[in-house]
């Protein structure tokens, strides 16, 4: 079965990969500690990986492969009803090594904002385990170019709601 072909809404693919973020865009990094130890990095790294993550935190998953892998294609809802917002995103990379593990997504033609955002579990050397998310984003529908400041908001409190999963589904 061959995939259709992507259809990112935004030039600089894989940009969260590295610094600096493009410009022109919002830029969000939020850190937090989830644990120590392997065992935590383990389960963090495929609670995120295996989409868990994003259930655990109340939000609808539908992917395209059960593991987040380059060209994977997702749609991420919230909400409910009428206030459902879906997402639709694809893997644009993925870091599986044995002291950090993650991916990002990019935006698809019809998703609210318009960029990238990552997703990355790390070993430190004390043994400390981080959760990080890295993006970009502007305004790609009217309701969220109304929104305005509210948006970003939003996406630290979301990216905040994700560690907190990722924090009790490393523990479990």
């Known amino acids: ?34 644990g120590h130890g392997r065992d935590v990095f383990e389960a963090a790294g495929a609670a995120v990986t295996g989409w868990e993550m994003h ?7 539908e992917a395209a492969a059960p593991r987040a892998e380059p060209g994977v294609r997702v749609r991420i809802s919230v909400g409910a009803g009428r206030l459902r917002l879906t997402a639709p995103c694809e893997v644009v990379w993925a870091a599986d090594g044995p002291d950090r593990t993650g991916f990002a997504y990019g935006t698809e033609a019809g998703h609210p904002e318009c960029g990238e955002e990552a997703f990355l579990v790390e070993l430190r050397e004390d043994g400390e385990v981080w959760f990080t998310v ?3 984003s502007r305004p790609a529908a009217w309701y969220t170019r109304l929104a305005g400041p509210a948006v970003p908001l ?6 905040r709601r994700l560690a907190g999963a990722l924090r009790r589904a490393a523990a479990a």
């Open 134 to 136: 890295r993006a970009f």
């Open 1 to 34: 079965m061959t995939t259709p072909p992507s259809a990112l809404s935004y030039p600089e693919v894989g940009a969260t990969r590295g610094a600096p973020l493009p410009r022109g865009y919002r830029h969000l990094h939020v850190a937090e500690r989830i």
């Open 55 to 61: 259930r655990a935190s109340g939000a609808r998953v």
């Open 154 to 159: 939003a996406q630290r409190l979301y990216a």
